[in-house]
């Protein structure tokens, strides 16, 4: 996500930094640089050009001209309007444990909000709230079977009537009541209709809900794909409902981000949750300060972290941390560190929050990690027990059955092993790092390791390379050249 304005932005303070300290010259050149970017995504143009002018006020301060890292302070101030132009935002529902807690969802047909109300139901329910979807939505028939089956996956229960012989506000009434005279549900959550566009009926039948079931919460979903579409429907939903909150979807999907930037400025807002994938896990609250870091190609370490926690299994890395110590590394557990590293999401994704690493897959478009990953874990998986346990007893004839078992070329096994080999001692060297430090092990790794495009598991035949995997094979060829030396001194005697 964001792609083209952290393109963008590296661009401008690339040519701020050329000149060698700051002038107002090379800062209006570089802003102009910003805004172009800005618009480019598909940022609203008010905003991108007050947040340009708020910039230049800032950047233009005797502070930032006379300081020792002008560029430096430029990142930043840049990094705190953008926090500025997103937030600050309340990721809290304010849910009560006493009473029924009432949330009405609402947004255009296509923009993901059945599959939200989803996400938003499985949320609640690991807080401890039991949750009550209701299926209000009846422009789209398809929306009833779907939250049906939605709830049948959280073990959530869902209220739905007849479409022929009902209408949207009977549902919401029905449900309320439905909900009121069982204590154990705590929230309903109203999935209402949607429409292809905002049109009158749409506004004065939300309105009718709203005003006769007295939500506490209304959250507009819209989807972050239709650029300044959705900030012009959340503007004409605020108009008329008065939104508490905007749910953001499909923003693993957009490359611009004009509508994460633009909505809070344009409607007042704020941003509460992002959605990320289309599994019901893949809501996320929004944090301003961490997502103008991965804008800015800053990382994002805190989310790093939160994603580690959940994906990893904490007793599983204890084990393998304890096999390391004692230099003990096979390749069932570098499948399964990778199996857990998957699990966190989209490997682009997740470099991308590692500081450092950001610009990594802008540089190198060919990299297809995930691909890679796919083939090592195809290649082990053909692998016996007993071979996994010591690849050293890989000869040629196993190596040509196992690439036959994995659809590769017996070349990239090799390639494959020899990788391993150099990777196991730098993973028993990481045993007794930190966390940060082993985060950042791990993102060296994958910046010169297996998704290496220049010399990577599909270019493997005939192909040399350099990196941090290959630290092990270089030590060796050095003392072998060392020892040739000291053989040739002595013949020469």
Known sequence: MFEGIT???????????????????????????????????????????AFVKRVTSEALGEKVLKSLRPDQQFIGIVHQQLVGLMGPTDHSLHLRRDGLNKIMMCGLQGSGKTTTCGKLARMVKEAG??????????????AIEQLKVIGQQLGVTVYTEDP????????????????????????????TAGRLHVDQELMNELELIDRKTQPDQILLVCDSMTGQDAVNSAKAFNDALEVDGVILTKLDGDTRGGAALSIKEVTGVPI??????????????????????????????????????????QEEIQKQQEKML???????????????????????????????????FDSNPDIDAEGDMGRIEAIIGSMTKQERNNPDIIDRSRRHRIARGSGVDPSEVN???????????????????????????????????????????????????????????????????????????????
């Open 7 to 49: 393109t963008g932005l590296k661009a401008a303070v690339s040519m701020l930094g050329r000149g060698g300290k700051l002038t107002e010259a090379n800062i209006r050149d570089g802003l102009a640089e910003v805004k172009r970017a800005l618009l480019e995504a598909d940022v609203n143009y008010d905003v991108a050009t």
């Open 129 to 142: 709230f039991e949750p009550m979807l209701v299926a209000a939505d009846l422009q789209r028939p398809a």
């Open 164 to 191: 022929k012989t009902s209408s949207p506000l009977q549902v919401c009434t029905n449900a309320l009541k439905a909900a009121k005279a069982n204590a154990a549900i705590k929230v309903l959550i109203l999935d």
């Open 272 to 313: 509460k949750y992002i959605g990320v994938g289309e599994q019901l896990d893949k809501l996320e609250p929004f944090h301003p300060d961490r997502m103008a870091g991965r804008i800015l190609g800053m990382g994002d370490v805190v989310t790093l972290f939160e994603k580690a926690q959940e994906a990893f299994d």
């Open 326 to 360: 004692q230099g003990k590394f096979t390749l069932d557990d570098f499948r399964s560190q990778m199996q857990q590293i998957r699990r966190m999401g989209p490997l682009k994704d997740i470099v991308k929050m590692i500081p450092g690493l950001g610009s990594m």
């Open 415 to 493: 390639r494959m092993l020899k990788d391993f080999e150099s990777m196991a001692g730098m993973m028993q060297k990481m045993a007794g790092l930190g966390m940060m430090d082993r985060m950042k092990a791990m993102g060296q790794l994958m910046n010169g390791g297996f998704f290496d495009p220049n010399a990577g598991m599909k270019a493997v035949k005939g192909s040399t390379r350099s990196g941090p995997l290959d630290a092990k094979a270089a030590a060796d060829k050095k003392k072998k050249t060392r020892k040739d030396a000291k053989k040739q001194k002595k013949r020469n005697r």
